[in-house]
């Protein structure tokens, strides 16, 4: 749903509420689980769109921790 805060409305609008910080942190560690299966089924398979989808997938939940922790050490 990166990119695309129209789905996470949808999502949280059928789910009835928004999603707890516990339930944050499950779904990102869900999307690195998924992005890695991508990775290593990308490239068992020479599938170079699932291998791209999943490293851009990992770059942004890095990019996304690092913000976060930064943001973390100058509060």
């Given at each position: 749903m990166a990119g695309r805060p129209d789905l996470l409305?949808?999502?949280t609008d059928g789910y009835g509420r928004p999603f707890a910080?516990?339930?944050l942190?499950?779904?990102t560690v869900l999307?690195?689980?998924d992005a890695v299966s991508g990775i290593q089924?990308?490239?068992a398979t020479d599938d170079p769109?699932?291998?791209e989808r999943g490293l851009q997938t990992l770059t942004r939940l890095d990019a996304t921790a690092k913000a976060a922790a930064?943001?973390?050490s100058t509060t």
């Amino acid at each position: 749903m990166a990119g695309r805060p129209d789905l996470l409305a949808a999502l949280t609008d059928g789910y009835g509420r928004p999603f707890a910080a516990a339930e944050l942190e499950y779904l990102t560690v869900l999307e690195a689980l998924d992005a890695v299966s991508g990775i290593q089924y990308g490239a068992a398979t020479d599938d170079p769109e699932l291998l791209e989808r999943g490293l851009q997938t990992l770059t942004r939940l890095d990019a996304t921790a690092k913000a976060a922790a930064q943001q973390e050490s100058t509060t």
